[in-house]
Nanobody, 129 residues
């Protein structure tokens, strides 16, 4: 089974930065597309960013584009989310997710939460004004 663990959440001031990490263990012989999602209290889970298995392609929600950067280090089985210029609206629990890449679809970026089979426990990010 695949396990995901997030690190790096915390409390920061508006305008500050955080880097989240997601370590993957278990099956490493398959190619995995990965992504970040977040959920604020009383809100639906929403897409933040996603990256293809090779790391060559990525996509972002409009609300975080130009502020957040998703990346991965496949040699370390680790996913990252660099968050800059943080706003109070970014306050949420952040989850990393993974899914096996599709040989039919190829190197692809998945932006829908239902496309992912494996999820981490989440890490809290709080941005104060």
């Amino acid at each position: 089974q695949v396990q995901l663990v997030e690190f790096g959440g915390g409390l920061v001031q508006a305008g500050g930065s955080l880097r989240l990490s997601c370590a993957r263990s278990g099956r490493t012989f398959s190619n995995f597309a990965m992504g970040w999602f977040r959920q604020a209290p009383g809100k639906e889970r929403e897409f933040v960013a996603a990256i293809s298995w090779s790391g060559s392609m990525s996509d972002y929600a409009d609300s975080v584009k130009d502020r957040f950067t998703i990346s991965r280090d496949n040699a370390k089985n680790t996913l990252y989310l660099q968050m800059n210029s943080l706003k109070p609206e970014d306050t949420a629990v952040y989850y990393c997710a993974a899914r096996e890449a599709s040989y039919l679809r190829g190197d692809y970026v998945y932006t829908n939460d239902y496309a992912y089979a494996y999820w981490g426990q989440g890490t809290q990010v709080t941005v104060s004004s």
